[in-house]
């Protein structure tokens, strides 16, 4: 939730909920660091969710404690996406305006690759398991894709 102050400065507030048969729903209020892009990890048996602030990671087995899951934030200024290849498991963030995306397999080692010569603002980045590409859709300008993290095309 996005709510405003006194002063009109915007507040962040993130809350979880989970439910076992979709109907009757628990709410989790003791999520640290305003996580954002939360999801469930089947292959690591946990929901893992990136702080809003610290561009850490954090995991949980049952949504009410998180752990911090590395030690290096994502190398980035902003964060705009992060996004999740199940298939060979990368990760892959975007962010602010620059020429560069970042990967890692562990959470901790974060290698750039060029997106562009110029300056890209990213807006968000998927990856689509049926095509096995990376997308990055900027906020304005062309899309970027890729299906190997180190070579990345706009054609």
């Not at 439910?19 to 990890?41: A, C, F, K, M, Q």
């Not at 893992?48 to 994502?74: C, H, M």
């Amino acid at each position: 939730h996005i709510t405003k102050d006194d002063t009109g400065t915007e507040i962040h507030t993130v809350q979880m909920a989970t439910s076992s048969d979709g109907v009757n729903w628990t709410v989790h209020d003791n999520i640290p660091d305003n996580l954002i892009d939360l999801e469930y990890r089947e292959n690591l048996g946990c929901f893992i969710a990136r702080g809003e602030t610290t561009k850490l990671f954090y995991a949980s087995g049952d949504g009410e404690t998180w752990q911090p899951v590395n030690q290096t934030p994502i190398p980035l200024e902003t964060v705009a996406a992060v996004d999740y290849n199940a298939d060979n498991e990368w990760y892959c963030a975007v962010g602010g305006t620059g020429k560069y995306a970042y990967f890692s397999k562990d959470l901790e080692h974060w290698t750039p690759t060029t997106i562009s010569n110029s300056n890209v603002t990213a807006g968000s980045v998927i990856y689509m398991p049926s095509t096995g590409l990376y997308v990055l859709m900027p906020t304005s300008g062309n899309y970027y894709y890729t299906f190997n993290p180190a070579n990345w095309s706009d054609d």
